[in-house]
């Protein structure tokens, strides 16, 4: 089964990682609210926010850097 839309297809960017892709402010998507968690944990149902989320991010890439 094949979906034709009479809109032009959104550009999605095919050379970043999924970090890059979730946390690069040139990707548009709607705006997020402060309040509103970026991930649930699984185990123990503890939202994970945006602050939280962009540190780790940023340690492990440096990480992996050297």
């Not at 997020?32 to 968690?37: A, G, H, I, S, V």
Request: hydrophobic share 35%; aromatic share 12%.
């Amino acid at each position: 089964m094949e979906f034709h839309v009479d809109e032009p297809v959104p550009y999605i960017p095919d050379d970043l990682s999924v970090p890059q892709f979730i946390f690069d402010s040139s990707v548009s998507r709607p705006q997020r609210l402060p309040e509103t968690p970026y991930f649930i944990e699984e185990a123990t149902g503890r939202p994970v926010f945006e602050a939280e989320v962009n540190y780790t991010s940023t340690v492990r890439m440096t990480a992996n850097c050297q």
